[in-house]
């Protein structure tokens, strides 16, 4: 703040002072510090010499840090500025006075009447005894003006320095009459300049008279001058002491003759002494009073010519107010005119105001008259009129005084009133009886006997009292409603025989309900609901209607005073609408938890056995309904009625699981896994989604099949397959009926053939089948129709997966990705299994003809013993898989057995030591693999070129 005060000041000065750039300014209480330009000076103040408080600013430049020109309570910037550049700026070379008087028209030393008359000086008491001149008054500098530079006194060394050489040349003139003082020294070149008047110059009279030094002790000049004082009177009669000899005396009380005589001497010398001194006083008194006496004729004289200008003054006073009298006839009549005008305008605002009195004095009875007519809104409006003329123009009126508390006692009424209407006509509407109605039918979401303008009016006038318990009381009333129907509705259908909870009543019923009983109570409640619920909104956008009215009100700038204090700002519009939103909110989620409770009871142990997909699919579509017509009314969705329906739907889904689990367990463990046969119809009467990838001819429904082709694939089964087909076709119809739950189906089917997967492994892998279905062993046309089943399996995997993924578009993205993982990973698992199914088969084939290797002996006759069973274990293998496996997989089979059998070969001849030599060793082994050849062309499994002398001569390669 000081430094921006100095900016200014800086700025200031350049501007009004540039005549003063060049002199030097030095501050009177910082003794070194001197500045050549009055910028710089001012600079000096501002920092040094002022105070500033919150934007005001006090100078400090004086004794004692005041400054008696600046008013103590602070200026502004402006006028600091201009305080300093008058007081300070332009005074700088002044010699500070204590008593803060500057020059002034009144401080003239030549003008007597002017000191006598001046009223700043008090009482004048001794300008008789003071010399006339220069010093008879209080002096003061005059300032210097701010039109003219000021110099410093060395700016007329030169002028002097050159007068002064002149001068001396008149020196007998300037030195007769001048009195010699060596102690005084001048203090400027100033002081040093010849005075045009010398002393010299003076009268005879005025120096014979001048006063002289008195020669009186200073104890007689003494203000505390007493003889009372014992010190005072022993100095001033010091011959008592002497006199007196106290000590030689007889009688102290007694003063001896030469005591007296003595006494009475020096009392005359004392006396003489102070007659003298008397003398030196009376004639300075005379000469004081010589000096002086011209000046008091003058002011006499001055005193005769002011009391002729008084009078002369007096006899113009005199002329002034008779001419003012002759001008009153005329004038003061003409000024009445505007008196005249100000009085009919003040008796005009005076009948306005008796007027509005009047006006204010009927507003009662009209207010009465409009509650009668239920204008609920328009005695609102006269309530806040009225209110705003009281605040405004007849706030002084003492007889209204008790009006705006009658006025608040008559909003206070109204509100009551209001608030009965409001909860009479809301409650008889929602507590009329609701007749049964399905919701499968056409509900009539409107149906409603309340006057939508009355009430309507009546939110309004709550709306502008700012009551809003009335939509508690809604609240209330809605979900009074939402229980009534309910009861209604349950005591229509069931009988109560025994006091009991509305909920216990209705568990008991889901215990033996049929799915067609259980269906028409779930239409009939959910109808009831929707008809309660109807009734409610229409309710509540009887309330919304008028809250957007109330807010494009409160836009409108045409209302002013009270009006506009009762209209809500946006932020309680915003809140309000919010709450309304969440008292149909609350309804809502009271219809979707009461309504859930009841579907709750029906998914209990007991209960849900009766649950069919038909009455699941029934009820889901009721609970949809209901969702979105709530939805719709409130603009969220409840999840709590779905959430229960949902819940019913997995429990239904895993009590079906079990089923079809202890179904096909109990089929799997009795099966021999071996090629059986079904009717047509049911491979046709499974689903689409699985028998459409069934090539079946329907020329004959009641003939049996034992194959089914897929893709131009021969596919053989086995009765647990058939089994299994049918319960995941039943799972597929379920997620159509279901499409909701289509997730937890799937996720049902992919672990049904899992289940399906890992049991045919533990009973034909592992041999369970031997000690469950009693076979006497797992043989390679047992592998060969678990093989052929599980790949018919493994064809309908991709289809129901894409199937019930495409039932459901809404899921998530993470239940889409945890569907499609499990069934990814049953039929991995599928494919692992038929892969070790095929090493099985191989295995067994490989032990069984590395059995007949073993007991090879390379001699005649051939072909050899072992060569010949070699040839009837292919030929036997071949019969028991070649009307079970298509031809590619028997290849397959073959082209691994092969493989293997020719390195089992190489490999005994390697560990012989025979090489292909053309030994009689030799020959016998080449009769002997031709014989293996011609055993193979003959069941015709594979191609020529494996067949061939170089694919047998790998039996003579040392290197494998």
Aim: proline share 4%; aromatic share 6%; net charge negative.
């Amino acid at each position: 703040m000081a430094q921006s005060l100095v900016t200014v000041l800086s700025s200031t000065s350049s501007s009004s002072i540039t005549d003063k750039q060049d002199a030097e300014f030095s501050c009177k209480f910082c003794a070194t510090r001197k500045f050549k330009s009055s910028a710089l000076f001012m600079n000096h103040l501002a920092t040094s010499h002022a105070a500033v408080e919150g934007g005001s600013y006090t100078c400090r430049y004086g004794e004692n840090s005041i400054c008696s020109a600046c008013p103590g309570v602070g200026i502004s910037r402006v006028d600091y500025t201009e305080h300093v550049t008058r007081h300070h700026i332009n005074r700088d070379k002044l010699v500070f006075n204590t008593n803060n008087d500057f020059w002034s028209v009144l401080s003239s030393s030549v003008n007597l009447p002017a000191v006598l008359n001046n009223p700043g000086k008090g009482k004048q008491k001794d300008f008789f005894t003071r010399s006339w001149g220069v010093d008879f008054v209080d002096t003061s500098i005059l300032p210097s003006s701010p039109h003219v530079c000021e110099l410093p006194p060395n700016a007329f060394d030169r002028y002097l320095r050159k007068v002064r050489k002149h001068y001396v040349r008149h020196p007998k003139t300037g030195s007769i009459n001048q009195p010699s003082s060596p102690n005084v020294t001048p203090s400027s070149s100033r002081e040093t300049t010849p005075s045009p008047n010398p002393p010299s110059s003076r009268s005879p009279l005025e120096t014979k008279l001048a006063p002289q030094k008195l020669n009186i002790p200073n104890i007689f000049l003494d203000q505390n001058f007493d003889l009372s004082n014992p010190t005072t009177f022993n100095t001033v009669f010091s011959f008592f002491n002497d006199s007196l000899n106290q000590n030689s005396r007889a009688n102290p009380f007694q003063i001896e003759t030469n005591e007296a005589s003595q006494i009475e001497s020096s009392g005359r010398l004392v006396q003489e002494k102070l007659q003298h001194y008397i003398d030196q006083v009376e004639v300075n008194i005379a000469g004081q009073v010589a000096t002086k006496s011209h000046h008091f004729f003058q002011v006499m004289t001055y005193h005769d010519a002011l009391m002729s200008q008084l009078l002369s003054l007096i006899t113009v006073v005199r002329t002034v107010r008779q001419r003012l009298t002759d001008v009153e006839d005329g004038v003061v009549l003409a000024l009445k005119v505007p008196q005249l005008a100000l009085r009919k305008q003040n008796l005009e605002a005076v009948i306005q105001v008796l007027n509005t009195i009047e006006t204010l004095h009927k507003t009662q009875p009209t207010i009465q008259l409009l509650l009668t007519r239920q204008e609920f809104a328009g005695a609102l409006d006269l309530i806040a009129t009225s209110k705003d003329i009281l605040n405004n123009e007849t706030n002084n009126v003492a007889s209204l005084k008790h009006l705006p508390s009658q006025l608040d006692e008559l909003m206070d009424v109204i509100e009551k009133m209001l608030l009965s209407d409001f909860q009479s006509m809301v409650g008889s509407e929602l507590e009329r009886d609701i007749e049964k109605s399905r919701a499968t039918s056409n509900v009539k979401l409107t149906e409603s006997k309340i006057d939508e303008c009355v009430l309507g009016a009546i939110v309004s006038g709550l709306l502008r009292q700012q009551s809003f318990s009335f939509l508690e009381f809604l609240e209330q009333q809605g979900v009074l409603a939402i229980k009534e129907a309910i009861k209604d509705v349950v005591l229509s259908v069931l009988d109560l025989t025994e006091e009991t909870t509305l909920t216990s009543l209705v568990a008991d019923f889901a215990l033996f309900a049929t799915p067609e009983g259980w269906s028409d109570l779930m239409d009939l409640l959910v109808g009831s609901l929707l008809v309660a619920l109807g009734r409610i909104n229409v309710i509540h956008q009887i309330i919304q209607n008028e809250l957007g009215q109330m807010v494009s009100k409160a836009k409108n700038t045409n209302f002013s005073g009270s009006q506009v204090e009762s209209l809500p700002t946006q932020e309680q519009s915003d809140r309000l609408k919010s709450l309304a939103c969440e008292v149909l909110i609350n309804i809502c989620d009271q219809v979707h938890e009461r309504l859930g409770k009841l579907v709750t009871v029906r998914s209990r142990p007991a209960a849900i056995k009766l649950v069919t997909p038909t009455e699941l699919a029934s009820v889901g579509s009721l609970v949809t309904r209901l969702v979105g017509v709530t939805q719709t009314m409130c603009g969220k969705s409840s999840a709590g009625l779905h959430l229960s329906h949902q819940g019913q739907t997995i429990l239904y889904v895993q009590q079906a699981q079990e089923d079809a689990k202890g179904r096909i367990v109990k089929q799997m463990e009795t099966e021999k896994w071996r090629r059986t046969t079904c009717k047509i119809t049911e491979f046709s009467e499974l689903h689409k989604t699985i028998s459409d990838v069934f090539e079946i001819d329907l020329v004959n429904e009641d003939s049996d099949i034992s194959e089914v082709t897929i893709d131009g694939e021969s596919f053989i089964f086995v009765d647990s397959v058939i089994t299994l087909l049918t319960t995941v076709s039943g799972y597929c119809k379920l997620a159509d009926q279901l499409p909701q739950a289509s997730v937890e189906i799937g996720m049902k089917t992919a672990e049904l053939l899992k289940l399906f997967n890992s049991r045919t492994c533990q009973l034909v892998l592992g041999a369970g089948a031997v000690s469950m279905a009693g076979l006497k062993t797992i043989t390679i046309r047992n592998l060969g129709v678990t093989l052929r089943s599980l790949s018919l399996v493994a064809r309908i995997i991709p289809n129901v997966k894409h199937y019930l993924e495409s039932l459901c578009p809404t899921l998530t993205e993470k239940q889409a990705i945890t569907l499609s993982r499990n069934f990814d990973s049953t039929a991995k698992d599928y494919n692992e299994h038929l892969g070790e199914l095929e090493r099985k088969i191989v295995l067994i084939v490989d032990a069984a003809l590395n059995q007949q290797l073993a007991n090879w002996e390379r001699k005649p006759p051939v072909p050899s013993a072992s060569f010949k069973a070699i040839g009837k274990q292919l030929t036997k293998f071949h019969e028991a898989i070649q009307d079970i496996l298509p031809p590619s997989k028997i290849s397959s089979l073959f082209k691994t057995i092969h493989t293997q059998f020719l390195h089992r070969v190489r490999d005994r001849l390697r560990d012989g030591g025979l090489t292909a030599d053309n030994s009689p060793t030799h020959g016998l082994v080449v009769s002997e693999l031709v014989f293996y050849r011609e055993n193979l062309k003959y069941i015709s499994v594979l191609p020529e070129e494996q067949l061939s002398d170089t694919a047998l001569a790998v039996v003579w390669d040392r290197e494998g």
